[in-house]
């Protein structure tokens, strides 16, 4: 069942390193049959998912927008260090930077504008109005989803078997659409296309996957739920060594590592390095955003006027309880 410690959700983690095991598969197996489709597109949506997920758990902590720009733009930069790397690895460290950063308002909207927002996004995807191996558009609908599943699925066990049983119904039906139906390229179901179809067999999977995980992690368990819980540093890793060492090296060098690391750390060293820039980073920016508006306030309306006027879940205690998050 789903399980909640002190600072980890660990359903997330398992569904996070599930998505991490799928994309070193796809990048370093040559499969065949079913198991094409199912390595194909579906690993990196299933990371884009959770990734909206950890973004609405980080809001409901008290993360601010501050945050999630600060991060997005590490992971943009992050990005073409990656590619120096001789490898043939399609890197999302840049899309998913892009869409944390254009989405960072929307774990605070509410629901309906979430739900409401995955329509034209998904048209836009379908549409290649902007054509890429990851599409900005579909993988802003995969993380809008991940964060309604935290709001309305996570906690719920009957919403999670029923999510699950969907999702992953969704998902076969998705793998035959791309076996046996000839469909139009804005429909295409393809994986990686962002047609309409990967789209929403992409985001169903996912929800599925997800909810699987949510339903079947326990305490007890150790390997899936800390490669899961530092997974810009596998991830990373992965992209450095994929030229030079195969699957297996690479899972059982993972899962070695990060069970070795977190048995004496509380996170990896890329997510400490991420999180004590955000930290700063955001902090300085809430600062100066709740100065700057305070001395607007004060100026039309007196002193007192800009004592709470933060915006953002009471101003600076907002801030500080996301860092606090952050820390977690």
């Given at each position: 069942m789903q399980t909640r410690n002190a600072r980890r959700i660990t359903g997330i983690d398992v569904a996070r390193a599930v998505a991490l095991v799928g994309m070193f598969f796809s990048h370093l197996t040559f499969p065949n049959g079913i198991a094409v489709e199912v390595l194909y597109g579906f690993p990196s949506a299933l990371f884009a998912f959770v990734a909206g997920v950890s973004m609405s758990l980080m809001?409901?902590?008290?993360?601010?927008?501050?945050?999630?720009?600060?991060r997005g733009v590490l992971l943009i930069a992050l990005h073409p260090l990656l590619a120096l790397a001789?490898?043939?690895?399609?890197?999302?460290?840049?899309?998913?930077?892009?869409?944390?950063?254009?989405?960072?308002?929307?774990?605070?909207?509410?629901?309906?504008?979430?739900?409401?927002?995955?329509a034209p996004l998904a048209i836009l995807s379908a549409a290649q109005v902007i054509p890429a191996m990851y599409s900005p558009a579909m993988w802003a609908v995969l993380m809008l989803a991940g964060m309604l599943f935290h709001?309305?699925?996570?906690?719920?066990?009957?919403?999670?078997?029923?999510?699950?049983?969907?999702?992953l119904v969704a998902m076969a039906a998705d793998i035959a659409t791309r076996w046996y139906v000839p469909l139009h390229w804005f429909f295409d179901a393809d994986g990686h296309t962002g047609?309409?179809?990967?789209?929403?067999?992409?985001?169903?999977?996912?929800?599925?996957i997800s909810a699987l995980c949510c339903l079947i992690a326990q305490p007890w368990q150790r390997v899936l739920p800390r490669m899961g819980a530092m997974p810009l540093t596998?991830?990373?890793?992965?992209?450095?060594?994929?030229?030079?060492?195969?699957?297996?090296?690479?899972?059982?060098?993972?899962?070695?590592?990060?069970?070795?690391?977190?048995?004496?750390?509380?996170?990896?060293?890329?997510?400490?390095?991420?999180?004590?820039t955000v930290a700063i980073c955001a902090r300085e920016i809430n600062n100066r955003l709740s100065k700057e508006t305070k001395h607007e306030h004060e100026a039309i309306d007196g002193p007192?006027?800009?004592?709470?006027?933060?915006?953002?879940?009471?101003?600076?205690?907002?801030?500080?309880?996301?860092?606090?998050?952050?820390?977690?």
């Open positions: 809001a409901s902590k008290g993360a601010t927008p501050a945050h999630f720009i600060v001789p490898t043939s690895i399609y890197i999302v460290l840049g899309t998913l930077g892009l869409c944390m950063v254009a989405l960072a308002w929307a774990p605070k909207w509410d629901s309906r504008w979430l739900l409401a927002l995955m709001r309305h699925v996570m906690g719920n066990r009957a919403r999670l078997a029923a999510s699950a049983a969907v999702g047609g309409l179809f990967d789209v929403v067999g992409s985001t169903l999977a996912s929800i599925g596998l991830y990373c890793l992965h992209v450095v060594t994929e030229p030079f060492i195969g699957i297996w090296p690479t899972l059982v060098g993972a899962a070695l590592l990060a069970m070795a690391w977190l048995q004496f750390f509380p996170r990896g060293p890329l997510e400490e390095a991420m999180r004590r007192d006027a800009g004592r709470n006027a933060a915006g953002w879940d009471g101003g600076a205690g907002g801030v500080r309880d996301g860092e606090r998050h952050l820390r977690g």
